[in-house]
């Protein structure tokens, strides 16, 4: 079974001279199919990568995932719990653990069990010691970690504040999330809780395939060759590496602590169009034109020449993943020489 895409004939014609000038056939595109539910799935690489780093440090919570909804007027409780449940029912990947069998980590998911809201009545105390337990709760519920052998690794709890003021205190394990799966919770959440609200069915559409189908897909397809390629690529591609060595004002601690900050910087219209306008000029995305100015500024306050920045990517590159809670996200090396003292058009 395929895909059929519905190209305009103007279109049609440019992709197939492309197609004949690379001297390419037409690509031929499959889907993931679902697994072979007599099988034990495997874990995604990504996975395997936040496995590994749990089995380093067990009781970490340094990645947990939280959202946080202030919820304003009416709630019908009923219907965002049941919400929540269907979003369970929906995606395996949150009803999922971790285990260890013959030395390997497998994925391991629950049927779908009724599931019970956990709720906090703040009701009781005066409105500034409301906000600052809601706060508290929130700060705790967020760095409370998980156990990826026991479960359940999506947890929910409905914080009252007042009769039509509520807090919505969702946290999941990044092995079966990420920012883009945040994205899905949030919109599924919004259009279940309005049909059960509204006394009907769940409108939306059942999954193609659920997270272990593209975990087992994954496995099968990257393995011998085309594995071997792609590991020696990147064992070339991070030879000789440099750490860079930033004039920072305290040394790096000995023991990692994931306390950290963000500071945001608001450029004004006037720049942002002028970097759109270059990068246009210059063949390149906006990325490539701030990835590259970062890396200048790096080079001017280390000294060094070999810069190496890390990018998550959301690694969807595939229809059938865009509607999948999951952990797809991953992280690329992006290794620039700037030795010579290149121009910033030439870097």
Known sequence: MGHTFNFSEKKQALFEMLVQQEGLDAPAVSVIPPRDKTTVPPL????????????????????????????????????????IGEILSRHEVLRTTFVTEDEQPIQRSTSVATFTLQRVDLGQL????????????????ASHPFDLVMGPLLRAVLVRLKPEEHVLLLTMHHIVSDGWSMGILYRELSVLYDAFS???????????????????????SLKGEVLEKQVSFWKDHLQHISTLELPTDHPRPPVQTFHGATHTVQFPQT????????????????FMTLLAAFQSLLHRYTGQEDIVVGTPIAN????????????????????????????????
């Open 44 to 83: 995604s690489f990504a996975q395997e990568r936040l496995w590994f780093l749990d089995q380093l440090e067990p009781g970490s919570s340094a990645y947990n995932m939280p959202l946080a909804l202030r919820l304003t007027g009416h709630l019908n409780v009923t219907a965002l719990e049941r919400s």
């Open 126 to 141: 005066s409105e500034e010691q409301r906000e600052a337990e809601a706060q508290r709760l929130a700060s705790e519920e």
């Open 198 to 220: 509204k006394g009907n069915s769940s409108p939306l559409p059942e999954l193609p395939i659920q997270y272990a189908d593209f975990a087992v897909w994954q496995r099968n």
């Open 271 to 286: 720049v942002t169009e002028a970097l759109q306008v270059l990068s246009r000029k210059e063949g390149v995305t906006l």
């Open 316 to 347: 969807r590159n595939r229809a059938e993943l865009e509607a999948l809670i999951g952990f797809f996200v991953n992280t690329l090396v992006m290794r620039t020489d700037t030795s010579g003292d290149p121009a910033f058009r030439e870097l």
